[in-house]
């Protein structure tokens, strides 16, 4: 089966690695694969099942979240990572091509759901994976916009504890963040959708800024799902499909996740649809739900205090990337993924 693979970031790299590994006939196309747009923050869990523990820069043990002038300290060891998502996704692209995707360095102008693919010129594919990322140019005519936040964020030398993530839920819209790199270095970024500049000044001063390294921007996508998984020949992967968390706008666990279930059903689309949204629906829902109640917080910052006080109680029981309950990966999937890294 012959099946192009649009997008050679996290998730196209992924399926791609899955679908060759099983002896279909990849081809996977971008011009110039984005460096990502990433905080780089993931679970302690994310790290082990993929086995990444060499791309982890830092391990945070401690979240401080402001809310209105008010702080709740969460005490969060061996829950999450910062790890390096640029090596992440350049390891990735090198397993792909050793299971065998072959590699086009060209933008792809056009695809249909006939399965037309136009990129110097017209072609027919058994299977078209979307993996363009969080705008989808190529395919919002069939499916939609997303609902998305602008994200700026500066890698910068700054006077930071390296052992403490800060979360500002003062920032209006998604979030305001803080995380450190080590060897005093921090990550600082905001997703808002006005004001970028006034939330980044206040968030720099908290962070000690003393120089700022490199700067970055890119959409967060918050919606979830929307307007389905598939068309035709056409299927959607990762941000392009609208899998990161509604909560946070992390992508990588749930698109590790759903490149998954798209490579097991990349013969059956329907199914492929029907088998994500049935394991993942409720935990949408839960996080759509989490994040009203994160806006209204913002609105009256004593309850939302109340409520992250007993939230950090039971934090310890709480699952960083599932909320609704805890899954697993598939494991054959996840030890095919592993033996190419
Ligand atoms: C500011 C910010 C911070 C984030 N922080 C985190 C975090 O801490 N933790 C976390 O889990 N997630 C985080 N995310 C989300 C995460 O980065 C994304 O979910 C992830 O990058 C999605 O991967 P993807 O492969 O679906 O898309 P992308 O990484 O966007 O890759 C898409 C690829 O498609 C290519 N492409 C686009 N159009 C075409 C075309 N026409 N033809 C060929 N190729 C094309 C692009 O060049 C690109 O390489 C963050 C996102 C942002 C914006």
Redo the contacts with the bound molecule.
């Keep these: 089966m012959r099946v192009l693979v649009?997008?050679?970031?996290?998730?196209?790299?992924?399926v791609s690695l899955l679908l060759a590994d099983k002896g279909f006939d990849v081809t996977s196309?971008?011009?110039?694969?984005?460096i990502?747009?990433?905080?780089?923050?993931?679970s302690r869990r994310?790290v082990y099942t993929l086995g990444i523990d060499h791309l982890i820069l830092t391990e945070p043990q401690r979240l401080i979240i402001n809310i209105g002038r008010k702080e709740v300290l969460i005490e969060a060891p061996k829950k999450a990572a910062?790890i390096d998502?640029e090596r992440l996704?350049e390891e990735l692209r090198e397993a792909s091509e050793a299971a065998g995707a072959k590699v086009i360095k060209?933008?792809?102008?056009e695809i249909t759901p006939e399965g037309h693919a136009l990129i110097d010129s017209r072609e027919k594919y058994r299977r078209i994976i979307d993996?363009?990322?969080?705008?989808r140019?190529?395919v919002k005519r069939f499916f939609g916009e997303l609902e998305t936040f602008p994200?700026?964020?500066i890698d910068a030398y700054a006077e930071r504890d390296d052992e403490e993530v800060l979360i500002d839920l003062n920032v209006p819209g998604l979030f305001g963040r803080i995380?450190p790199l080590g060897d005093n270095k921090a990550r600082i970024?905001v997703?808002t959708r006005k004001n970028h500049r006034k939330y980044m000044r206040r968030l720099m001063k908290r962070a000690g800024f003393k120089e700022e390294i490199s700067r970055?921007?890119?959409?967060?996508?918050v919606s979830g799902p929307r307007g389905g998984l598939h068309k035709g020949k056409i299927m959607l992967?990762?941000?392009?499909?609208g899998?990161?968390?509604p909560l946070?706008?992390?992508?990588?666990?749930f698109?590790l996740h759903n490149a998954i279930v798209a490579a097991r059903n990349v013969e059956d689309p329907k199914r492929y649809e029907r088998e994500y949204m049935r394991i993942m629906g409720p935990e949408y829902r839960t996080q759509r739900i989490l994040r009203t109640a994160k806006d209204l917080s913002r609105l009256a910052p004593p309850i939302g205090f109340i409520l992250l006080h007993l939230a950090s109680k039971i934090s310890s029981r709480l699952d960083m990337d599932f909320r609704s309950g805890i899954r697993t990966y598939p494991s054959e999937d996840i030890s095919r993924i592993r033996s190419y890294l």
């Design positions: 649009v997008g050679r970031g996290f998730s196209g790299s992924l196309a971008d011009p110039n694969p984005v990502p747009h990433c905080t780089g923050i993931v994310f910062v998502r996704d060209k933008r792809v102008k993996a363009e990322g969080a705008k140019s190529l994200g700026v964020q995380v970024g997703a970055r921007g890119g959409l967060v996508v992967v990762g941000d392009a499909a899998v990161p968390k946070t706008g992390g992508g990588l666990a698109g």
